[in-house]
């Protein structure tokens, strides 16, 4: 069980921690480049995170349905993950409809020729990842919570 745990101790970490970077780093960093750099950043981030996400964040959810499958479903540990796979949950469903939606449309922009919505869609973007990296966090303190709780 403990090396269940820490497997899944450390996907979820870097599901979070994957969204984290781009929010705390990535995104502020972007934030002032002007209309070509900017498009010419976030595809170039896109070929490397839109593949890495969906990976840590599924494998997140996997292993929180093990966590609460292998604690039993009605202990406070194995509720505890549940909860997780909920927060886990929620940032795909936050994260589909509109975060990757958004990078398919950023991918198939001209650097030289930016649409004149395009500040009105990096706006959007921002708020949706970082709504959806805000339910990440509880879902990893939950699974660590739900660790520490079982092991107690």
């Given at each position: 069980m403990h090396t269940l745990e820490l497997i899944v101790l450390l996907i979820a970490a870097l599901a979070t921690g994957g969204l984290m970077v781009n929010w705390?780093?990535?995104?502020?960093?972007?934030?002032?480049?002007?209309?070509?750099?900017?498009?010419?950043?976030?595809?170039?981030t896109n070929r490397t995170f839109d593949p890495y996400i969906p990976i840590v964040v599924i494998g997140a959810i996997a292993g929180g349905i093990a966590l609460a499958v292998a604690s039993g479903i009605h202990t406070a540990s194995g509720q505890l993950s549940a909860f997780g796979v909920v927060c886990y949950v929620a940032v795909i469903a936050i994260g589909v409809p509109t975060c990757v939606r958004m990078n398919k449309q950023v991918a198939c922009w001209s650097i030289g020729n930016p649409p004149g919505d395009w500040a009105a869609v990096r706006t959007r973007w921002i708020r949706f990842h970082v709504i959806r990296t805000l339910f990440s966090v509880p879902a990893f303190a939950l699974y660590a919570a739900a660790m520490i709780l079982r092991t107690a």
């Open positions: 705390v780093g990535l995104a502020r960093a972007m934030a002032p480049l002007s209309p070509s750099t900017y498009i010419e950043f976030h595809q170039s």
